[in-house]
């Protein structure tokens, strides 16, 4: 009988100057009263210092320099020691002075001690490296996974400077990067990390080291949030080629198109401006979309991008969406993921204006280039409000031409759209193929535009300056959503084509336990953070409705109901708990954790209301039963 073999462990390498505490470096700034006063030889500190010294004389090899100098041997073997700690009195000027830098130290090897738990040995070959002076990089890629501390000294002021020396790498291992600074979160801050590193947040996630000594992450957080990290490597690496390859192919494309304009005569551009001018269009509009078009053809001639898009897409096709992982602990991908779908929609660089700011003969004679086909309007005083209309312009850009030679015989036609604020709160679908479209920008707050279905506004100029006079432009439509929106009007025999952008659902959830003592006793408690999610997309199979937890607060949740409902470490309800929490909830039924405890999917009108459907599970609850309840918006379509 063949022996069964063993499967490999995953290799992790740790690259933290301070896994074994702090630095001497670090402590100089920690503790520097402390370090001064060890120089005067009169002072309090030395004082106390030399009396340890001769009593314990023959405890230590290292001594202190006759100048009060302390050097790092020294600094390891005394000053960190217990007994010099545990010397001192708390009232002591030597221990207020140290009193930051030994908390300091402590968080530093709690740290380790929360790694050494989260990665056994009989899992994980786990690595420290302290000085990165020694790091090979030709070997990295026998790791599975990099953890490396924000500030590393030896010579790189930040791992920015490592990481960009890394990013050189085909198969880069997965990255986790610890840091205590909490403003990287911030998104130009993120952004700006990562074009300097080169990796992408794809392939490097950032974990603030306050929440890795919370207890509600801890180690089983790290854990979670490594395994994921190593799961999605092959699309990290293959999301890391493309980004760089679309950085030669833009760069290629920018040259060439360069190379063009530097050519064109005064003939060519006369010829341009000539064309405009016989349509009545903007010069500047006909000649950007001249140059654009040049551009987009030079990068449209290399296809090398499709190779490198094939192979992300091979290894996305590998994993699911329990598999990946969001490269942050707050809403920023949710957010980013809106911001693409604007720009998706809406052209950039539109300067905004009052239609009454302008004088009916000037907007006449400029009518393509301040109400262009799909300037969309909405009315001035509207700009708080949750909900309420927009106009968009689907006059044809040769009627509006027109209307600049003739206008009392041509119109004006808008297309009218109903405006729902959306705050990340609220659950909804992203699908264009209801010809919805996605943020439009006012007053800093992000709002969803309606179709109301085949109502148009036809209105001559006279009566639309007339009419119109306090409504804004906020924003201008691409040309192809503009024309989806004008096809989807037509008569129903014509099926519009419509650009597909189906997404899943991405909201937030509020978590409560409620729990029914065996004396009838009922509680409500309520997990102080709310819950990122993505909604399943499925519309076809409805019994397909499923939930999947995101972010990192994803640990931190399951901790929680540990705590509250006293589970042991790794006891079948603790492990099913993280269970549910790491993978899809199926929001049609009940979960069962154990056969007193439920889980239940609860949605509700509206986000901030939620007081009856909680009610409701209350009043139905049994003695020594618990409901975990997750709340969340209905899906918006």
Not at 484 to 507: E, M, V, W
Not at 550 to 573: H, K, M, P, R, T
């Amino acid at each position: 009988m063949k022996p069964t073999s063993q499967p490999s462990k995953k290799k992790i390498l740790i690259i933290d100057d301070e896994i074994e505490g702090i630095s001497l470096k670090k402590a100089l700034t920690t503790a520097k009263t402390f370090f001064e006063a060890l120089r005067d030889p009169d002072s309090e500190i030395r004082e106390e210092m030399d009396n340890f010294l001769n009593k314990h004389q023959n405890q230590f090899q290292n001594k202190l320099e006759t100048d009060g100098t302390v050097h790092e041997a020294f600094f390891k073997e005394v000053i960190l020691s217990d007994s010099f700690k545990n010397s001192l009195s708390t009232v002591s000027l030597t221990y207020k002075s140290l009193s930051s830098l030994y908390q300091e130290n402590e968080w530093l090897l709690r740290i380790k001690g929360l790694i050494t738990k989260a990665f056994p040995t009989d899992v994980y070959d786990v690595k420290y490296l302290e000085n990165v002076d020694n790091i090979n990089i030709d070997e990295l890629d026998q790791f599975d996974l990099l953890i490396v501390d924000w500030f590393l000294e030896n010579g790189y002021s930040q791992s920015s400077d490592l990481l960009l020396k890394l990013s050189e790498k085909d198969n880069l291992p997965a990255i986790i990067l610890l840091t205590s600074h909490e403003n990287i979160l911030e998104s130009n801050t993120k952004s700006d990390f990562y074009i300097k590193t080169r990796i992408s947040g794809a392939g490097l996630t950032i974990l603030i080291k306050k929440e890795i000594r919370a207890e509600s992450f801890g180690y089983i957080g790290l854990r979670m949030l490594a395994e994921k990290a190593i799961k999605q490597r092959p699309i990290a690496n293959a999301s890391r080629h493309y980004i760089k390859q679309w950085e030669n192919v833009l760069e290629s494309a920018k040259q060439n198109t360069i190379k063009s304009l530097w050519q064109l005569d005064t003939f060519i551009m006369k010829s341009i401006h000539t064309d405009a001018i016989s349509d009545s269009q903007p010069y500047s509009n006909h000649f950007h979309d001249f140059i654009s078009r040049e551009h987009s053809w030079h990068m449209e001639t290399n296809t090398t991008l499709n190779t490198y898009a094939e192979n992300l897409g091979t290894a996305l096709n590998e994993h699911n969406y329990n598999d990946l992982l969001t490269h942050h602990s707050n809403e920023d991908s949710i957010t980013l993921h809106r911001e693409l779908l604007q720009h998706y929609s809406f052209q950039g660089g539109v300067n905004t204006f009052k239609i009454h700011d302008i004088t009916k003969d000037e907007l006449q004679q400029k009518i393509l280039e301040k109400l262009p086909f799909g300037a969309v309007l909405v009315h001035g005083d509207n700009s708080t409000s949750d909900s309420y209309e927009a106009f968009v312009n689907i006059t044809q850009p040769c009627d509006l031409s027109g209307l600049i030679r003739n206008q009392p015989n041509n119109s004006l036609i808008f297309m009218t759209l109903s405006l729902k604020k959306r705050l990340v709160k609220n659950s909804m679908f992203f699908d264009t193929s209801t010809y919805h479209i996605y943020g439009l920008t006012l007053n800093d707050t992000l709002y969803d535009m309606i179709p109301k279905n085949k109502q148009l506004v036809g209105i001559n100029f006279n009566e639309f300056y007339q009419k119109f006079n306090n409504y804004k432009l906020v924003g201008v439509l691409r040309n192809d959503i503009t024309m989806s929106l004008q096809q989807s009007t037509a008569a129903s025999i014509i099926r519009p084509s419509q650009p597909r952008t189906n997404r899943p659902c991405f909201g937030l959830a509020k978590l409560f336990l409620i729990s029914c003592s065996s004396t009838g006793e009922k509680k409500c408690i309520s997990f102080p953070n709310e819950i990122e999610f993505l909604g399943s997309t499925y519309k076809l199979d409805k019994t397909k409705n499923l939930i999947q937890i995101i972010g990192n607060n994803l640990a931190s949740a399951a901790f929680w109901v540990c705590q509250e409902l006293e589970f042991q470490d790794n006891s079948d309800e603790f492990n099913n708990t993280y269970r549910l929490f790491h993978e899809s909830i199926d929001i049609s039924k009940p979960s069962n954790i154990s056969h007193q405890t439920t889980v239940r999917m609860l949605p509700v009108d509206s986000f901030d209301d939620h007081s009856q459907a909680i009610q409701g599970i209350q009043d139905k609850i049994h003695r020594n039963k618990n409901t975990i309840c997750l709340t969340y918006e209905k899906f918006h379509d």
